[in-house]
C-alpha cells in the first residue's frame, strides 16, 4: 500500500494550495480517507475527514469554511484544497487511509504559510 502525497510548498497567507493524496496497492473506495496535520512541537490533529462514497465529510473546527476535502474513487486520489490560509496552518500534511483494521499513513507534504 502506498499513499503519496503532494502539492504542499511555501505561500503567503492568504493564499491557497491544493494538496493530493494518491493511494495505490488498497480497496480505494472501502477506506475512509483524512487529512491530519503535525506542527513543530504539537501533537498531530486531523485536519478532515471524507467516507467511502464522499456524501458525509467533517472538518476541524479550525478549518471550517476555508478547506475542502473531496475524494476521486475512479483515480483513487483524496484532495484538499486550502484557501485563505493562515501562518498557523503552518505543518506538515498527512494522508491517512482507514478501514477497520487497516490503517494507512503517507509520508507527509510541508505547508509552509508566511505571514
Known amino acids: 500500500v502506498q499513499l503519496v502525497e503532494s502539492g504542499g510548498g511555501l505561500v503567503q497567507a492568504g493564499g491557497s494550495l491544493r494538496l493530493s493524496c494518491a493511494a495505490s496497492?488498497?480497496?480505494?473506495?472501502?477506506?475512509?480517507m483524512s487529512w491530519y496535520r503535525q506542527a513543530p512541537e504539537k501533537e498531530r490533529e486531523l485536519v478532515a475527514v471524507?467516507?467511502?462514497?464522499?456524501?458525509?465529510?467533517n472538518y476541524a473546527d479550525s478549518v471550517k469554511g476555508r478547506f475542502t476535502i473531496s475524494r476521486d474513487n475512479a483515480k483513487r486520489t483524496v484532495n484538499l484544497e486550502m484557501n485563505s490560509l493562515k501562518s498557523e496552518d503552518t505543518a506538515v500534511y498527512y494522508c491517512?487511509?482507514?478501514?477497520?483494521?487497516?490503517?494507512?499513513w503517507g509520508q507527509g507534504t510541508q505547508v509552509t504559510v508566511s505571514s
Open positions: 491517512k487511509a482507514e478501514w477497520s483494521p487497516n490503517t494507512y
Open positions: 496497492g488498497l480497496s480505494f473506495s472501502r477506506y475512509v
Open positions: 471524507i467516507y467511502d462514497t464522499g456524501r458525509r465529510i
